[in-house]
């Protein structure tokens, strides 16, 4: 079952997920803290190249299955052009200004 985007708990969160599925990368890059880094399947990767190519060139979407930790960790089915879609975790690092300052991926 899937959790409306709107109904995520956690504001920074949802808007991560709003700013994927809409392909926005102004208000993706506006969300995240000077310096944020992310990792997927546990080996750090090179936030602006990962996000070009797997979320921006590649039509990445995200259909929210299960929240937990405040909302600041997802069970995701992700899907892109490159890789057709998948069960993904996503976990979330958020500072005290709203901003992500590290986020992690990987398959579920």
Request: proline share 1%.
């Amino acid at each position: 079952m899937t959790i409306q985007v709107a109904k995520l708990s956690d504001p920074a969160v949802r808007a991560f997920v709003t700013a994927v599925n809409a392909h926005d990368r102004d208000a993706f890059q506006a969300l995240l803290a000077s310096g944020a880094t992310m990792s997927d399947d546990g080996a750090d990767r090179d936030l602006t190249d990962w996000t070009e190519r797997e979320i921006f060139s590649s039509h990445g979407h995200m259909n929210v299955d299960n929240e937990s930790k405040g909302g600041r960790a997802l069970i995701a089915r992700y899907r892109n052009d490159t890789w057709g879609e998948m069960r993904t975790k996503w976990s979330f690092v958020v500072e005290d200004n709203g901003r992500i300052s590290h986020f992690e991926t990987g398959q579920a």
